[in-house]
């Protein structure tokens, strides 16, 4: 009964929506919705402002849930929902409990694209605009062994909440480089995107085993911040480290010294283009079946954002490395992913 | 004998001997565990965590629970970076004005819940979404970073050997709340509301001034405890204070609080946090895999209760 009767509220409050097909650009009012309060999330809010400005669009704003929490993020979603809000870009709360919210939305016409971090097919999303988080993992546990140089390879890897599913696919990822290299995972560290956890996990254990690791690799934000921090605060150790991202933190680490680099992500280009496509596919334009999709364990609509790595040489221009990725990514999106005739 | 059994009564000395086994183990199979960087670690650790833990153990006295403590911490600690980064106010002021912040809080749950009559439970699960929302909507989910360097100067200094300087607000608190409950009549008031709110009230204690002054103390040592994470953190996260739940209330009940109120201990909740915090230590040091660190997290944790409470095998009176 309370389902029918949310059913019957929301379809009164969107019908016009669900009725159209084909809208003016100038109706389009996007979500952009994180799964939570994360710095990762943050450029989201200017690539929509950006986007919404460039394409002529009524708003496409950052929403954040309090919490992550799927019940937070659900809620939200069905909130700007309600208050006209007609496409979404979204990060999965979870990638198989967030399909029946994404299908509830999806059926009063707002378009659905998943971003950073995917649905587990099969679900309404156009398709999944992400990093390609196990090969990020991989590239950068490379880049960490080649800088180690000759002698022992021993790694420990830092990396976010378990819940994500991107955790497992960057542990795989690393372990496969090492494994290739000669170098051993010593040791995983997760569930620590949070600042004390990860500050009272990584600092003990690299005050018990500094001496038998010669690298470090992290996977998550916030981990990044905290390894980089306590490297600075450790001295001379001789432990090489290749972080993700681009905290304020990790980046000067990588000017000092400290951090040998970082492996980009492209949240900007996520927002923009997340938010171009949303657009595209409100004026009527469909997903090409045959479009060239990538796969990973969740889906096989995925898309690439872009990586780059960047070191102490690209530090000061790593805002080029993330606009030359948005640009690459846009330049022949339509005509590789959409039919819009 | 007699003292030896009069001393296993006592609400310390279970969580004492679960600290001393716990550290013999490990050392036994890490002979790091107590190297000087270790301990520094540690150290840092408990300082911030006893805060947390006495936050919300001054909460239990009274017989009632505070789920707002990690909002409120937060919510002191994003204002006090921010008050500096954006307004340019000199730290110590800043320090000043986050702990009002976080006493205000407080207080405002403690008089809302005597205002209302609803139960505290209630109430904090409003205001840690009110705390936690006016949180994000002055951060926007993104960190400050104008920590002067004062500050980050006070978070990794050592007043000598590996003891941090971090610890010194924590002992000082500890002692204050232990002088409190023991000796001041708030103190006595607390526990006394805590026991029996009905027979405090006709014993002439004025039960919502006593809620409203807990509720106080406990938003003074959360935003304490916020404040420390940032000079530890060096950076202002808005996630300061979304995992301080479960330890807030952990330490306190390996410590002998009794939930329904009026029992409280400094000292054994201090090594209840002593306890989580080589716990969590032990877990990282001997590699234990990800997936299960939560799971024998929380068996280490039951363990710990269930060793305090074999040996509580008589009621003991009064907080110490």
């Known amino acids: ?341 | 004998m007699t003292q030896i059994s009069r001393l296993s009564r006592t609400d310390w000395f279970g969580p004492l001997l679960a600290t001393i086994i716990a550290i013999v183990v490990i050392r036994a199979f890490s002979a790091n565990f107590l190297s000087s960087f270790n301990i520094q670690i540690l150290l840092l650790a408990i300082a911030v965590n006893a805060l947390v833990a006495y936050s919300q153990m001054i909460i239990i006295a009274i017989g009632q629970m505070n789920l707002s403590v990690g909002a409120i911490g937060g919510l002191a600690a994003i204002s006090f970076v921010g008050m500096i980064e954006v307004w340019g106010i000199p730290a110590p002021l800043a320090v000043i004005l986050a702990l009002a912040i976080g006493v205000g809080c407080g207080v405002i749950n403690g008089v809302l819940i005597r205002i209302t009559g609803i139960s505290a439970f209630v109430i904090t699960l409003a205001t840690l979404s009110i705390f936690k929302g006016i949180n994000l909507g002055i951060t926007e989910a993104q960190p400050f970073y104008g920590v002067p360097d004062s500050v980050k100067a006070f978070g990794s200094a050592l007043v000598f050997g590996p003891i941090p300087w971090l610890v010194v607000p924590t002992v000082l608190v500890a002692v204050g709340l232990w002088f409190m409950l023991s000796r001041m009549p708030v103190g006595r008031f607390i526990l006394a509301v805590g026991s029996n709110e009905h027979a405090a009230g006709l014993s002439g204690i004025s039960v919502g001034a006593t809620v409203i002054i807990a509720h106080g103390i406990s938003g003074l040592l959360a935003a304490i405890a916020g404040v420390l994470v940032v000079a530890r953190l060096q950076i202002g996260q808005p996630s300061i204070g979304d995992d301080w739940l479960i330890l807030s209330f952990a330490a306190p009940v390996i410590g002998g609080a009794i939930l329904a109120g009026g029992h409280v201990s400094v000292s054994a909740t201090f090594l209840g946090v002593v306890i989580v915090a080589i716990i969590t230590q032990a877990l990282v040091l001997f590699n234990i895999d990800p997936f299960l660190v939560q799971v024998v997290l929380g068996a280490l944790i039951l363990a710990a209760v269930g060793l305090n409470k074999l040996r509580a095998r008589a009621p003991i009176g009064q907080g110490t």
């Not at chain 1, 992290?218 to 600075?232: D, E, I, S």
């Open chain 1, 1 to 341: 009964m309370k389902t029918y009767i949310h059913a019957i509220t929301m379809a009164g409050l969107f019908g016009t929506a669900a009725a159209t097909s084909a809208l003016a650009a100038d109706d389009s009012r996007f979500g952009l919705i994180p799964g939570g309060p994360h710095p990762y999330f943050s450029a989201w809010e200017q690539a929509g402002a950006d986007a919404a400005r460039d394409y002529g669009l009524s708003a496409s704003e950052y929403k954040v849930p309090q919490k992550w929490e799927l019940s937070q993020q659900n809620q939200l979603l069905e909130s700007l929902l309600s208050q006209g809000y007609n496409g979404f870009l979204i990060f999965p709360g979870d990638p198989v409990g967030a399909v029946s919210t994404a299908e509830e939305i999806s059926g009063y016409g707002a378009p659905i694209i998943a971003g950073a971090g995917c649905y587990k097919d099969p679900s309404p999303a156009a398709f999944c605009l992400g990093t390609d988080t196990g090969n990020s993992a991989y590239l950068g546990a490379k880049e960490l062994i080649k800088a180690m140089g000759d002698g022992q390879k021993r790694i420990a890897h830092f990396t976010g909440f378990l819940v994500d599913p991107n955790t497992q696919l960057r542990i795989d990822a690393v372990n496969r480089a090492a494994e290739e290299e000669g170098a051993t995972v010593v040791q995983v560290i997760a569930d620590i995107d949070a600042p004390e956890p990860a500050e009272e996990k990584i600092n003990a254990y690299l005050a018990a085993n500094a001496g038998d690791v010669d690298g470090i690799i992290t996977t998550a934000w916030v981990p990044a911040v905290v390894a980089a921090n306590a490297l600075r605060k450790m001295g001379d150790s001789g432990i090489k480290m290749v972080g993700i991202d681009h905290d304020e933190v990790v980046l000067q680490a990588i000017k000092d010294g400290v951090v040998d680099g970082t492996m980009l992500q492209n949240p900007y280009g996520q927002g923009y283009v997340g938010t171009f496509a949303l657009d595209k596919l409100r004026s009527g334009c469909t997903v090409k079946d045959d479009a060239p999709f990538g796969s990973n364990a969740l889906t096989d609509k995925f898309i690439d954002s872009g990586t780059a790595y960047v070191d102490a040489s690209s530090a000061d221009t790593y805002l080029d490395a993330m606009r030359a990725e948005t640009d690459r990514l846009l330049a022949d999106f339509e005509e590789k992913y959409l039919n819009c005739n």
